[in-house]
T-cell receptor, first 112, second 116 residues
């Protein structure tokens, strides 16, 4: 039972353009959402998060959008850079709990 | 270093053997998690410690898997009678606190286990 779904295994984008990574969730109890970035042979590192009381959170080139009614969130990276090439994991949790549930990840390739 | 440290980084073992994977969390982090990541998948929750106690071990796949954190800092994940399906990267993460905290998890680089 996948509670967090990332349906695109990979995405290829030209340098300077926008990257949009999508994520859907099924558990309506989730109220805090995170994006992690992972390079090969490294552990995931936190990128950006959003609480369910917001619909947008921005940090530099990274913006996360949340659509609660659709149970959908997306990560926008603009402009994309070759160093952004990595696997991006969407994750969700219930702030009353402790278990963070991860999606399967989307591998982003940013071409120079 | 100041990050989460996991040893060994790579472990190759034979089917049926016993394996221990160690995690040294960030100093002062009371919450510690073990996740397992199989090829092409995201991290899958195994067990969570708050201090010395396992607050939730519902993700452990079966009774061959066990984890301890006797002094509330270093944790060891133990796998008995390993099977080929146990092959994966085992990730450890820590955070300042949990249960209502929205803080992110800090991950180690993982221990890659290969069972031949």
């Amino acid at each position: 039972d996948q509670q967090v779904k990332q349906n695109s295994p990979s995405l290829s984008v030209q340098e300077g353009r926008i990257s949009i990574l999508n994520c859907d969730y099924t558990n309506s109890m989730f109220d805090y959402f995170l994006w992690y970035k992972k390079y090969p042979a490294e552990g995931p590192t936190f990128l950006i998060s959003i609480s369910s009381i917001k619909d947008k959170n921005e940090d530099g080139r990274f913006t996360v959008f949340l659509n609660k009614s659709a149970k959908h969130l997306s990560l926008h990276i603009v402009p994309s850079q070759p160093g952004d090439s990595a696997v991006y994991f969407c994750a969700a949790r219930n702030t009353g709990g402790f278990k963070t549930i991860f999606g399967a990840g989307t591998r982003l390739f940013v071409k120079a | 270093g100041a990050g989460v440290s996991q040893t060994p980084s790579n472990k190759v073992t034979e089917k049926g053997k016993y394996v221990e994977l160690r995690c040294d969390p960030i100093s002062g982090h009371t919450a510690l998690y073990w996740y397992r990541q199989s090829l092409g998948q995201g991290p899958e929750f195994l067990i969570y410690f708050q201090g010395t106690g396992a607050a939730d071990d519902s993700g452990l796949p079966n009774d061959r898997f066990f984890a301890v954190r006797p002094e509330g800092s270093v944790s060891t994940l133990k796998i008995q009678r390993t099977e080929r399906g146990d092959s994966a990267v085992y990730l450890c993460a820590s955070s300042l606190q949990s249960g209502g905290n929205t803080g992110e998890l800090f991950f180690g680089e993982g221990s890659r286990l290969t069972v031949l």
